[in-house]
């Protein structure tokens, strides 16, 4: 399953769809097949959430939250690029 997007931007809230691919069969990851397996969805979804609670648990063991990188514009464009960030005109 695909990393579940996060609704209304708020990390704290997660979607309640994520998008599932099979990349035996597409590798490209061009078509979601999430619809059509509802209980796969809920299966990964249900793992998803029960790591979420066991991490916000650790975390308050471990201290707070470092504070975020700075990315120079050469690694952003590069990162874009291997679609690991949006592009900043898709807001």
């Not at 959430?49 to 201290?63: I, N, P, Y």
């Amino acid at each position: 399953m695909h990393s579940p997007e996060r609704s209304s931007g708020d990390e704290s809230t997660p979607a309640t769809t994520g998008r599932l691919y099979d990349l035996k069969e597409d590798p490209g990851e061009t078509r979601d097949v999430a619809p059509s397996n509802p209980d796969v969805v809920a299966s990964f979804r249900s793992l998803l959430d029960r790591q979420d609670e066991r991490d916000r648990a650790l975390a308050t063991h471990v201290g707070p939250a470092a504070r975020p990188v700075e990315l120079d514009e050469s690694l952003q464009r590069e990162l874009r690029a291997l679609g690991y960030l949006d592009d900043p005109g898709d807001d």
